[in-house]
């Protein structure tokens, strides 16, 4: 079954896969204001997809996106090669951010970039930006939602993020914050999440 395909079970079954027995997340990194406190823990409980060197996924590809809209990253042809191009960039981010220099987007290289992040939603950017590329990229290749991948936050991207929080359980207000940052990196490998078998 292919992840919109999943994406679209979930949301029809309303299924909500509830995790209990987790620490509390802190306040603070909820997205909008009614996400249950149940469900930051969910998230916050998934694991980092991490990344290496010659690693060909999705997420190689959002990660670009968003080091290219921090500054970290220049170029015009995002796609999901992790090649040495990007490896110097890593290193050269994780130095500025003074995060251990491995080369390799693992945890304290996503929570950083996290952080960097801030976000994203309807309003906060008039230009085409690389951050919103990112989201549009995520949804898009991880998760199968039919958007350009055009930097701007219109109607479609606002609708499919507010679809996807809905799904992960996230109060559905179309900003992408630090919550939904994570869902969209872990969604496709946290079972929890609901986005998997």
Same mark, same amino acid.
């Given at each position: 079954m292919s992840m919109g395909n999943r994406i679209a079970a979930v949301a029809a079954s309303g299924a909500l896969v509830l995790g209990? #027995?987790?620490a509390a997340a802190p306040a603070a990194l909820a997205d909008?204001?009614?996400t249950p406190p149940e469900v930051e823990q969910r998230v916050e409980a998934c694991e980092w997809t991490v990344l290496k060197p010659g690693d060909g996924r999705w997420e190689v590809g959002y990660a670009k996106h968003v080091l290219n809209g921090l500054? /970290?990253?220049d170029s015009d042809a995002v796609d999901? %090669? &992790?090649g040495e191009d990007f490896t /110097? /960039? %890593?290193?050269e981010y994780q130095s500025s951010a003074d995060v251990p220099r491995s080369g390799e987007f693992d945890t304290a290289t996503w929570e950083h970039a996290r952080a960097d992040f801030g976000e994203v939603g309807p309003g906060t950017q008039s230009e085409p930006g690389d951050l919103v590329r990112a989201v549009q990229y995520a949804l898009a290749a991880g998760y199968g939602y039919d958007l350009a991948v055009d930097g &701007? &936050? #219109?109607p479609a991207t606002e609708g499919a993020v507010r679809e996807f929080q809905g799904i992960v359980g996230i109060d559905a207000d179309g900003i992408v914050g630090p919550i939904t940052f994570r869902a969209l990196v872990t969604g496709g490998a946290c079972q929890e999440l609901g986005l998997t078998d």
């Open positions: 209990t #027995g987790l909008g204001p009614h500054g /970290a990253y999901d %090669v &992790y /110097a /960039a %890593v290193e &701007y &936050y #219109g």
